[in-house]
């Protein structure tokens, strides 16, 4: 037990109380969301002690902490894993049965704050919940968007994006810390003036526009050691509320333009996963919880410090790919212009604080800002780019005299525009990729010339996810059968699980691990059945796709499979077919018009597959909607097969191929990203592995790319599920619904290639693997055998080793210990 507060009939007690007074209710008239509620408050009482005894452990230790930025955090629904993580998750359950209430139930009302767009925010929200566990301070900055996410509704097969006002009913969890309100400026110009006393110029910006800055701490709890860490997400509001001075100086106009600005800021998280939205909005969104986030750690770090020349001794900072490097720019400017420092001083002490993560390789997911738009918007901020700029150019021209081609790749500002990953990489101590080959291809493609200057910098932290949510908390049959059979310390120490290894030829152990994941087949299947009313057979293979939709992740050339294999058996009715359910759940960026397609298509595929009485279910093709972290969590439980297809070289390192294996799911994927690790711990033979590797990937695309018309004319089998496409097969007799997909297999578009993401180069592999799948799942001892490997091989991959790695090599943070 976590708590003697926790005790059941206090907590109980409590939980009536909180009904009563919030709603003036009794349990029975109490609606579910006031339940949740009620129980999440009373929840809160017990972290709140716990909270105040981790920050005065950190006020008297004075131990370095990590602030990771980043624009977004994917958390994921709180009450569930706040509960597991207070070891109090199953006494709860007890107390809230004894009160007619299924826990359960409960944690359904609970929204799914979903600030984040994908594998980045989600890998956010794993890093903070190990940085908890394993004891080191840290807080999470970020943003507190009142939209997170887009809802996905699926109308006639296409995606529909509905708002997600997640805060409607209050946030139990987050209190909003006034005191520590920060202001944030913008805009203006910025005045030069001479202070003979310093014998410095000063900088002043003038007639800026500024929103005030307030932070909502959420609760960050770590597994069954008292500490609780910080996540601070800001919010955004007028400052004339605060100062009233436009106001009273009649200067109405400008008032009303920093209402809207405050407005505007934290409305929404920008959904586009597929490239950097270029709009000004998101680089204010930048600066507002920057500014704000370094605003507040100086003071943090002055009330104990008086030489901010040591920052670094004490604050390391994170920044989650380059959306938060303009914390390299806005820490200088708050060292020099207000602590004042002098410039070398500053890139001193900046330089050995910011580190920097790359998430990508895709070319148009790299953030490059405007010189005009960004000069505008952040002048100070600007003139600093520019100096950074000026003094690197220098160097570069000095290690490689004449060589002006390198100069012109490597500068921070060319061609009109602010390359935010060249500001991170120079100002950045760390330059770290997010598995083995991903690191790999930064430092010799990517970001060649930089690691030609600077190889020191350069690094790899491959990623890892959280067991505590996706196997305690998403998974709990297997969860308990691995601690009845290995013990619990796998909760937090995962290479524990190469212990359930000798189970593997136990008939007994592999038949009630086989029984674990039936049932966990079936409470999707019934999830399928409440929200997609398809009804799925539990028995046949349960192959599933989930993550965003993107060309490079390739749900098409899953799709065109599934095409592929109906055609098979309409073909030959009499073949053996193992029964399969295709899964597919990914939300699309608003705006990308191919992914949106795709979408379409594997609906339309779903409905004439799903309603062909003549193939008597062999196939099932079901799209789930609105694909976020609560019904993940049910889905990797109840995975066969783990599809992981993206072309290679292409993701950098996947965070769902993980979370499928410590579910038991073995991976059919391309050697790409953590997928080359993920077989390296499990064995090839416990993988489906097929494709182009990815130096023959890059090897096409460096010579031209490759000539998709010579399969398409030579493979009569592809070339029939292409021409399905745009012969009506799928789309009502209408030829042109699917013509855009058509044309992107086999037709150059101007700039881009026809099949830039390999899709028909590798359908004969993948088909080949996926037959393979099929031979395998046959023998259900096999199987069996296979799955359990990579529960058992999962151990690197979780987020405790990951961030142990940032601790050790890049943060060298101390540690905190909280006692009862
Ligand atoms: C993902 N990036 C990578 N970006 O694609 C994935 O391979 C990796 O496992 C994961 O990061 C964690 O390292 C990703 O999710 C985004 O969502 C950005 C949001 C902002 C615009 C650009 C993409």
Not at 28 to 48: C, D, M, N
Not at 784 to 806: H, P, W
Request: hydrophobic fraction near 40%.
């Amino acid at each position: 037990m976590y708590s003697k507060r926790f005790e059941k009939e206090a907590f109980k007690e409590e939980v009536k109380n909180n009904i009563k007074n919030l709603y003036r209710k009794t349990i029975e008239e109490a609606t579910g969301r006031q339940i949740f509620q009620a129980v999440s408050l009373a929840v809160k009482e017990t972290i709140i002690d716990y909270w105040l005894a981790t920050q005065a452990e950190m006020e008297k230790e004075d131990p370095k902490t990590v602030y990771y930025m980043s624009m977004e955090f994917l958390m994921g629904r709180a009450l569930g894993n706040n509960l597991i993580n207070m070891t109090a998750y199953k006494e709860v359950k007890e107390a809230l049965d004894e009160m007619g209430i299924d826990l359960n139930a409960v944690e359904d009302e609970e929204p799914d704050p979903a600030l984040g767009n994908g594998g980045l925010g989600r890998l956010a929200a794993c890093f903070l919940d190990s940085l908890a566990t394993l004891g080191y301070p840290a807080y999470g900055c970020g943003i507190r968007y009142r939209y997170g996410m887009f809802k996905q509704k699926i109308e006639n097969g296409y995606q529909v994006e509905v708002p997600d006002n997640w805060l409607k009913d209050g946030n139990p969890f987050e209190i909003r810390r006034d005191e520590y309100a920060k202001e944030v400026r913008f805009g203006g110009d910025v005045r030069i003036e001479y202070d003979p006393v310093t014998k410095r110029n000063n900088f002043i910006q003038e007639n800026y526009s500024s929103v005030l800055a307030v932070p909502y701490d959420m609760p960050i709890i770590g597994y069954g050691n008292h500490v609780v860490n910080t996540l601070r997400i800001w919010d955004a509001e007028a400052i004339t509320d605060f100062h009233l001075d436009a106001f009273n100086r009649g200067d109405y106009r400008h008032a009303v333009e920093q209402e809207n600005l405050a407005k505007m800021i934290v409305d929404v998280l920008y959904p586009c996963d597929d490239h950097y939205a270029g709009k000004e909005l998101r680089l204010k969104q930048q600066y507002f919880f920057i500014s704000a986030s370094l605003q507040a750690l100086l003071v943090r770090y002055k009330k104990k410090h008086d030489d901010v020349r040591k920052l670094h001794e004490k604050v390391t900072i994170q920044m989650n790919d380059t959306h938060p490097t303009l914390a390299v720019a806005e820490l200088m400017h708050l060292l020099i212009d207000q602590e004042g420092l002098e410039w070398d001083e500053a890139w001193d002490v900046t330089t050995k604080t910011v580190a920097y993560t790359n998430h990508t390789i895709m070319a148009e997911a790299l953030e490059k800002w405007p010189v005009d738009l960004f000069s505008r918007l952040l002048p100070r901020i600007y003139q600093i780019i520019q100096e950074i700029d000026r003094r690197f150019i220098e160097q570069v021209r000095f290690r490689y005299p004449g060589d002006e081609g390198r100069v012109a790749r490597m500068a921070i500002i060319r061609d009109g525009q602010v390359k935010m990953a060249h500001l991170a990489i120079v100002a950045g101590y760390s330059v770290n990729g997010v598995a083995r080959l991903h690191t790999e291809i930064l430092k010799h493609e990517e970001l060649k010339d930089f690691y030609d200057m600077m190889p020191e910098k350069f690094n790899n932290k491959t990623n890892g996810i959280t067991q505590r949510r996706f196997l305690m908390h998403g998974n709990p049959l297997l969860a308990d059968w691995v601690t009845k059979r290995i013990g619990d310390g796998w909760i937090t120490d995962l290479s524990q699980m190469s212990r359930l290894k000798k189970y593997v030829d136990d008939p007994k152990a592999l038949a009630e691990f086989r029984e674990i994941k039936y049932q966990n087949k079936l409470r999707l299947a019934e999830y399928i059945k409440k929200y997609n009313g398809i009804e799925v057979d539990p028995r046949s293979i349960f192959d599933v796709q989930v993550k965003r939709l993107h060309e490079y992740k390739r749900q098409f050339l899953n799709i065109l499979h599934v095409m592929y294999l109906y055609n098979q058996i309409k073909d030959h009715p009499e073949m053996y077919f193992y029964p399969r359910t295709f899964i597919f759940g990914a939300k699309a960026a608003a705006g990308y018009v191919r992914a949106k397609e795709t979408i379409k298509l594997i609906n339309s595929v779903a409905d004439v597959i799903n309603n062909d009485k003549s193939i008597n279910g062999k196939i099932k093709v079901v799209f789930i909607e609105d694909y976020r972290v609560s019904n993940a969590e049910i889905i990797f439980a109840a995975a066969d097969v783990s599809e992981q297809i993206s072309t290679a070289s292409k993701e950098a390192s996947g965070t769902g191929n993980m979370k499928f294996m410590l579910n038991g799911a073995p991976t059919l994927g391309t050697m790409d990203g953590a997928n080359v690790e993920i077989v390296e711990e499990v064995g090839i033979e416990n993988a489906f592995i097929f494709g182009l590797s990815s130096d023959e990937v890059i090897n096409f695309e460096n010579n031209g790319g490759y000539n998709p018309a010579d399969i398409y004319f030579n493979d009569w089998d592809i070339k029939r599920v292409v021409d399905q496409l745009i012969d009506g097969t799928y789309s009502n007799g209408d030829r042109e619904m699917y013509r855009d997909l058509y044309d992107s297999l086999v037709n150059t578009h101007g700039q881009e290639r026809a099949d830039r993401y390999f899709i028909l180069k590798d359908f004969r592999s993948y088909a080949d693997a996926q037959k393979r799948v099929e031979e395998a799942y046959k023998d259900r001892e096999g199987w069996a055998k296979k799955a359990l490997m990579n529960v058992a091989c999962c151990g690197k991959f979780s987020s405790d080793r990951t961030i142990q790695e940032y601790v050790d090599d890049i943060w060298h943070l101390d540690h905190i210990k909280v006692d009862a």
